[in-house]
Structures are given as structure tokens and as C-alpha cells.
Nanobody
């Protein structure tokens, strides 16, 4: 069983920055791959960024160059630094984890509770 606890998020003006954190606990093997998804009102949940245990990263096209995902394996924590935020980035952001990187990209096994990010124009 994996538990994912998110922190960060909030309200920011367009062009601003926010940072999210997600601490994982449980079977270390279960969170080899970690990442962030988001879901805006009326839209499907979408992958934002993912990172493997070795540090390989994957980003959605819409956030490339603005968001940075990183992880601290010693702390079992993944981070998402969000810069140059846009109103369209407004969504509930979910931390996700899976033992397999490919599965994380399509259907992660474990999810956090979500944290709201609101970007005002």
C-alpha cells in the first residue's frame, strides 16, 4: 500500500510561480515512477509530468519549458516547480505513483488526494 501526501498549491496571478510536493510512504518498489496529473473542471484528467527512479523525465507539451519535475529518493518525495503560470493551468493537481514508468504514463496505481492550483488572469 502506498500513501501519497501532497502539499503546496494555492492561488497565484498569471505569470507567477508555485511549487507542489508529494511525499510517498509504503513499499518503495511501488513508487519507482512518480508524477503529477491535473484535472480542470469539465475536463479529463491529464498527465502533466513524470519522473523515473533514475531521474528520467516526461512532460506534457503544454507545460514544457515552464514546469520542472524532480525527486529526492532519500525523502521519497517528488516536486513540481511551476513557473510562468497561465489561467489554463488552473486545475486540481494529483500526485501519482506506480512501480512501472510506462504504467504511470497511462494508468497509475496510486493517487494522492489532490491539491487545488488556481491561476488568476
Amino acid at each position: 500500500q502506498v500513501q501519497l501526501v501532497e502539499s503546496g498549491g494555492g492561488l497565484v496571478q498569471a505569470g507567477g510561480s508555485l511549487s507542489l510536493s508529494c511525499a510517498a510512504s509504503g513499499s518503495i518498489f511501488s513508487f519507482n515512477a512518480m508524477g503529477w496529473y491535473r484535472q480542470a473542471p469539465g475536463k479529463q484528467r491529464e498527465l502533466v509530468a513524470a519522473i523515473s527512479s533514475s531521474g528520467g523525465t516526461h512532460y506534457a507539451e503544454s507545460v514544457k519549458g515552464r514546469f520542472t519535475i524532480s525527486r529526492d529518493n532519500a525523502k521519497n518525495t517528488v516536486y513540481l516547480q511551476m513557473n510562468s503560470l497561465k489561467p489554463e493551468d488552473t486545475a486540481v493537481y494529483y500526485c501519482a505513483a506506480d512501480h512501472d514508468h510506462a504504467l504511470l504514463l497511462v494508468s497509475p496505481r496510486s493517487w494522492g488526494q489532490g491539491t487545488q492550483v488556481t491561476v488568476s488572469s
